[in-house]
């Protein structure tokens, strides 16, 4: 059967699921360094739509890899992202979400590139609202994290843009993967007393949360900093060199004291977030929590934290959607908004 195409293409994944009937029938998530070889994404646009399950007519995108650091400009970007959707898909026009909540074509997306750039969170929020009228969305991903109020049925979020949402708290740069540690901590606790970090892009929160068991290996899906394994020794290797260090220097024990800290000032990174979002909604704020993302055990935990109700959305989810929701989201509004 015919469905919609939904792609969430950001600079370090790519997201795609496909709807039909309204129901979202497969989702699939592929790591892809965008800022490395861009040249390549209609390629990877293609190989993915390939493996999609069934025949799709119509395409919606949101995109956050605009940001890239292959990009001179957002404009410059969000121009590249739909040149590759036209070279993988020349018989499809693309239907690009944007952040005030509405489907542009192509050209309105060209000429005010900051209407779709990074309007990911925007698709999600609009998707979640339908089932969820007044919560708090959370999706800790594998880079950033997106606080999103819903106030009676609508997005109440108070920025737009990249800067103004993280000056809002709405969007927090920390993530459970690719986060560098030392963006995370200035120091750790080492044998009694404190010990300052590396400024080395020497370990990432996938170390930290692949050795303290919040993941398992195999979700480790990104990069690791040295081109090593994603073992909890080698995560381990990693997350002594924070300190200079090597695990004939440090005990198991030690690495799990770093861990913990480190963890736990993610979370309060996120918390403090939280609670900025709340603030600023006063008696209208919601007292529940939708945590999301690779991270949602990580959601959880702050929101909880925070003094909220989580919830994992997962759950109130169709399987599928969960795993790419903002690929999902796009999709299924694009879906509702022509009736298939």
Known sequence: MSGVLGWDIGGANLKLARVVEGAVVSAIEEPFALWREPGRLPEALSRLAA???????????????ELADCFATKREG??????????????????VFGVDGRFHDADAARREPLLVAA????????????????????????TTTDIIPIIAGRVAAHGRTDPARLMSGELVYTGVLRSPVMSIVRRVPLRGRWCRVAAEHFAIAADVHCWLRHIPPE???????????????????????????????????????IARHVAR??????????????SRLSTVAPRVALATGAGAFLAR???????????????????????????????WLLAEEEGR
Do not use: K
Request: charged share 20%.
């Open 119 to 142: 309007a990911n969170w925007a698709a999600a929020a609009a998707f979640v609202a339908r089932q969820h009228g007044d919560a708090l969305l959370i999706d800790v991903g594998s």
């Open 301 to 331: 935990d702050a929101a909880a934290a925070a003094g909220l109700d989580a919830i994992d959305l997962a759950a109130t989810l169709e399987p599928a959607a969960a795993r790419a929701l903002p690929a999902a989201a796009v999709a």
């Open 219 to 257: 979700a480790y899906r990104c990069e690791t900093p040295d081109g090593r394994g994603v073992s909890r020794r080698e995560a381990a290797a990693r997350i002594a060199r924070t300190v200079c260090a090597d695990l004939e220097m440090l005990s198991p024990r030690d690495i799990t004291r």
């Open 78 to 95: 969000v121009a590249f992202v739909l040149d590759a959707l036209r070279t993988a898909f020349p018989g499809c026009e693309p239907r």
């Open 51 to 65: 493996r999609a399950d069934g025949q799709w007519s119509a395409m919606a995108v949101t995109m956050t890899a």
């Open 265 to 278: 000032a993610q979370r309060a990174r996120i918390v403090a977030a939280i609670r900025q979002v709340l």
